[in-house]
C-alpha cells in the first residue's frame, strides 16, 4: 500500500467535505457558539487566501467553512490554522458543534451564558461518536429563541422565574404591560398579581423593572429534546426546566447513553425519531434517575412538522 | 425640575437623546422625561437604569408617560 500523503489522523473526527470537481474538500472550522476572535478570524483569513479560492461560506450553524482545498493542502491548513489554535469541526454521526446566540455578556435580553454553556459542551462532547446519526446541541439565552433551540437534538432555552419585592415596587405598571403572556396584572392595590400558570419564563418583569422590585428566584434552562429539521422535521418537547448551567454537559451525555442504547440496530435515525418509537416515558424516567429536580412529570412527542411533500 | 420630551422619538434615539441630555446636568439632579407608551416606555428606563441612574417614578399621564429619575455618578 502506498504511503498516505496526508496525516490520516486529521480526517478521524470529520470536518473534511468532498466538493464537486476533482481533488477538491470543503473545510468546516469548529466555532461554538459562533464567536470568533479578531486574530483567529484573521489566521482564518491569511488561510483561505493562501489555499483557497477567494472565499469562505458561513454555515448555517455558525461555523466559517473554508471552499476549494485540495486534499493534498489538509496538513498545511490544519497546521496552520493550528497557529492560533483554531480546529477543524466534525460531520457524520457525531455531537456537532453547539450553537448558541451571544448570550447575557453583552446582549441586555440573554438571561444565561449560553456562550459559556457552548464552550463547555463544545470541551467535553464534541465529535462523540454517537453510533447512530448526528447530534446537534443549541443555546438560546432567552425566550425570544433567535438560535431555534427545538429544533435541536436537544435545545436549551435561558429561563427565569421571577419574584416580587413589594416594597420596592413603585407601582408603575410596566412589567403588566410587558408581559405578553398575560401573567400579569396589576391588582386594585396598584400591586402586580402573578398568574404563575401563564408564565413562560422569559423574564421581561425582571428586565423591565425600573426599581428591580422584580428579581430572578430560579435561572437556568428550559430543556427541550428530539427536534431536528430536514426531510422530515421535528420540534424538540419540554424534559426539564430551570435545569442549572452546570448540569447542561451531563445532561446532554445522559440523553446520549438513553440514544445509544435505545437506537441499537436501528440505523441512521436520530434521537427525535427514536422517542416516537420508545415513547417519551422512557427518555423521561432516564433523566430522573440523575435529574429529578429539573424533570417535568409529563411530556409530549415530538411535534412532526407537516412538510405538505409528497402532494 | 427640567422636563425633556422625547414623545415622537423612536428607539433608541430617544435613548440616545436622553443620555446626551443628562450629560449637561449635575449628578444628584432630577429629571422628567416624557415617553410614548410601547416600545419606549419598555426600553428607555431599563436602558437608563442600566447606565447607573436612579429611577425614582413612572406614571401614565393621558397615553404618555412621565418618567423621573436622579442622575447617577459620571
Not at chain 1, 446519526?133 to 435545545?155: E, I, L, Q, R, Y
Not at chain 1, 427536534?227 to 452546570?246: C, H, I, M, N, S
Not at chain 1, 433523566?287 to 424533570?295: C, G
Request: net charge neutral.
Amino acid at each position: 500500500m502506498a504511503e498516505p500523503k496526508i496525516d490520516l489522523k486529521n480526517l478521524k473526527a470529520g470536518g473534511f467535505i468532498k466538493e464537486r470537481g476533482k481533488d477538491l474538500f470543503t473545510i468546516r472550522l469548529r466555532v461554538p457558539g459562533g464567536r470568533m476572535s479578531v486574530d483567529r478570524l484573521a489566521k482564518i483569513t491569511a488561510v483561505a487566501q493562501k489555499y483557497g479560492k477567494g472565499f469562505v461560506h458561513l454555515s448555517v450553524r455558525q461555523s466559517i467553512e473554508l471552499i476549494n482545498i485540495n486534499f493534498a493542502h489538509f496538513d498545511a491548513v490544519v497546521a496552520e490554522l493550528g497557529e492560533e489554535q483554531q480546529k477543524v469541526a466534525s460531520c457524520g454521526a457525531r455531537v456537532r458543534v453547539p450553537t448558541a446566540c451571544g448570550g447575557c455578556e453583552y446582549n441586555p435580553n440573554g438571561l444565561v451564558d449560553t456562550q459559556k454553556s457552548a464552550l463547555e459542551v463544545d470541551e467535553k462532547l464534541f465529535g462523540t461518536v454517537t453510533g447512530h446519526h448526528k447530534f446537534k446541541v443549541g443555546f438560546a439565552g432567552c425566550p425570544f429563541d433567535c438560535p431555534k433551540s427545538a429544533t435541536n437534538d436537544v435545545g436549551f432555552q435561558g429561563a427565569i422565574w421571577p419574584t416580587l419585592d413589594a416594597d420596592e415596587c413603585i407601582s408603575c405598571g410596566l412589567c403588566a404591560k410587558s408581559c405578553t403572556e398575560g401573567a400579569l396584572t396589576l391588582g386594585e392595590d396598584g400591586k402586580p398579581v402573578f398568574d404563575a400558570a401563564k408564565c413562560i419564563y422569559c423574564g421581561d418583569c425582571v428586565k423591565v423593572c425600573p426599581t428591580s422590585a422584580w428579581k430572578a428566584e430560579k435561572r437556568g434552562y428550559t430543556v427541550r429534546v428530539g427536534g431536528k429539521w430536514g426531510r422530515r422535521p421535528l420540534v424538540g418537547t419540554v424534559y426539564a426546566t430551570f435545569l442549572p448551567e452546570d448540569r447542561v454537559a451531563d445532561f446532554i451525555a445522559a440523553v446520549l447513553d438513553w440514544y445509544k442504547d435505545k437506537a441499537e440496530g436501528a440505523g441512521r435515525v436520530r434521537v427525535g425519531d427514536i422517542i416516537l418509537r420508545e415513547g417519551c416515558q422512557s427518555l423521561l424516567d432516564h433523566l430522573k434517575q440523575d435529574f429529578a429536580d429539573f424533570v417535568v412529570e409529563k411530556t409530549i412527542p415530538p411535534q412532526i412538522i407537516n412538510t405538505q411533500l409528497p402532494l | 425640575m427640567a422636563t425633556i420630551d422625547l414623545r415622537g422619538v423612536t428607539c433608541p434615539t430617544n435613548f440616545v437623546k436622553a443620555k446626551l441630555e443628562l450629560e449637561e446636568i449635575e449628578t444628584g439632579t432630577t429629571v422628567e422625561f416624557l415617553l410614548d407608551d410601547g416600545e419606549p416606555v419598555k426600553n428607555v428606563p431599563r436602558s437608563l437604569k442600566a447606565e447607573g441612574h436612579k429611577l425614582l417614578g413612572l406614571k401614565e399621564t393621558d397615553g404618555y408617560y412621565v418618567l423621573t429619575i436622579e442622575k447617577g455618578e459620571d
